[in-house]
T-cell receptor
């Protein structure tokens, strides 16, 4: 079973920041938080990952709480092309590649 | 840099037949993982191949099998197809090194329909 809990769906206005929450209260010390997104019928796209520090790249920012039990993915200026299902995944860096996907959050960016 | 590619894009088979799906890993990657995604669900891990051997398997029956070739490309074979095998099959490649498995990057998938 997935070790993460995410809201089923969220809406966001175009141009505004999209903040997607994820709970992972049973995360262990050496597990990373990964975010992927999947646009309808395409392969999942890697967004960002982190261990305990906040991370930022050209796509998004990842904020991980100090106790590591939850995190937030931030898309700073959402566009219509960001409409997708967003998956938060907890994974051991060296566990051999098994990503356990949950149901994800369906983000709808509206004009 | 070439990304992960999969073939074919779409495939239609009938129940009881066999199917082979193909995946070419991203340049510099030596590990391939396969996932099955049923409609409306998140992807489920089938197995992973590293150094041409299976390196971890999910809860799938033995009629799901795979191969990895010296160039790190991979095949997924499914025998005795069932209607429930209809799904999007995803391949992801990564680099497995001394510190473990790096981030996985996914291909576009193969849509399999079993009639």
């Amino acid at each position: 079973d997935a070790k993460t809990t995410q809201p089923t769906s969220m809406d966001c206005a175009e141009g505004r920041a999209a903040n997607l929450p994820c709970n992972h209260s049973t995360i262990s010390g050496n597990e990373y938080v990964y975010w992927y997104r999947q646009i309808h019928s395409q392969g999942p796209q890697y967004i960002i990952h982190g261990l305990k520090n906040n991370e930022t790249n050209e796509m998004a920012s990842l904020i991980i709480t100090e106790d590591r039990k939850s995190s937030t993915l931030i898309l700073p200026h959402a566009t219509l092309r960001d409409t997708a299902v967003y998956y938060c995944i907890v994974s051991l860096y060296n566990q051999g590649g098994k990503l356990i996907f949950g149901q994800g959050t369906e983000l709808s960016v509206k004009p | 840099e070439t990304g992960v590619t999969q073939s074919p894009t779409h495939l239609i088979k009938t129940r009881g037949q066999q199917v082979t799906l193909r995946c070419s890993s991203q340049s510099g990657h030596n590990t391939v993982s396969w996932y099955q995604q049923a409609l409306g669900q998140g992807p489920q891990f089938i197995f992973q191949y590293y150094r041409e051997e299976e390196n971890g398997r999910g809860n799938f029956p033995p009629r799901f099998s795979g191969l990895q070739f010296p160039n790190y490309s991979s095949e997924l074979n499914v025998n005795a197809l069932e209607l429930d095998d209809s799904a999007l099959y995803l391949c992801a490649s990564s680099r497995f090194g001394a510190s473990g498995t790096d981030t996985q990057y996914f291909g576009p998938g193969t849509r399999l329909t079993v009639l």
